[in-house]
DNA sequence: CATAAAGTCTACTAGTACTATAGACTTTAT
DNA sequence: ATAAAGTCTATAGTACTAGTAGACTTTATG
């Protein structure tokens, strides 16, 4: 049950840059460096996490002198669900309760095994959280992440 | 987020071992080629999980002909929590949120730290499933696991 | 147009964790 | 005495993790 260090690191970068700009304009543009300087992470592992997201169409950037990474849609419309499983894979903790990677775990009879019920309502209830929170959820309020009331 | 071969193993061992027997005596006892058999799991690897529950205080056994494993306390004591933390280690999926293993991750200001807080809640759904869901849970009705109304 | 600053891409590596397998040993019932 | 059971430790192959390295491309700008 744990991130790795690349959906750590990965989640870290795109917070970083849904961060509201220090100047007024929306999308924030940062380069490798300066985030791997910020939050202290290999700035060459970063690299390639970096590339992993904009290749699976979360992040744009620029090349060049003054180029840099921004986030490719609004920071509300980017969920931590969605950069989890690009770079950790499925949420779920056992294949049999995946969606996006199910495989069968063999037990005679998948609808009534216990442990298989238990461990889909596991993964729903990390989905729960990690859908439903975006970047600007993170960044603007860190305390009322939950939308769903009664679930804190 | 996954569940290991070996907490998978060992969850499904401790729950064909709190299933009511087909006879009247209540604590089953069951040998490891039994469940090996059933579960469809190498029984020399199911014999290292089992040996490691048992060191954990979790099950009880008897050596010699008509040996066996036979669970430690009632299956309505026993939580699928606690089984895990011991197979798998800590449930939270990074350090900082861990309650039995906690580390620092390095960031300025945990407290404000909004990846930490979103994992943090993560941690907490997960233990609250894992935690409320006893082996009697998984046996008795596989329908109505959570206790919590409201959590489903 | 030369240069430097930035991202792109691929390969490689050391270490660790996972998933077992092997085999010698101990205990106990019959 | 024997066979059926658990106990314990070591080892090994594989995959994954967390990086490192280096050559390459694109772009601004002086």
Sequence with gaps: ?????????????????????????????????????????????????????????????????????????????????QIFRVLDGAVAPIKCVSQMAYESCGCPEEETCGLRLVMGDVRNAIADILDNTSLADVTTRQGTLRKKPGIN
Tied chains: 1, 2.
């Design 1 to 81: 049950m744990r991130l790795s260090k690349r959906g750590e690191y990965g989640l870290r970068a795109m917070i970083a840059l849904a961060e509201p700009s220090s100047r007024s304009d929306s999308p924030a543009m940062l380069q490798i460096k300066e985030i791997s300087r910020r939050e202290q992470i290999s700035s060459k592992f970063l690299e390639q996490i970096l590339l992993t997201l904009k290749n699976a169409g979360m992040l744009h950037s620029k090349m060049g002198v003054g180029g840099g990474y921004y986030l490719a849609r609004p920071a509300s419309e980017i969920t931590l669900g």
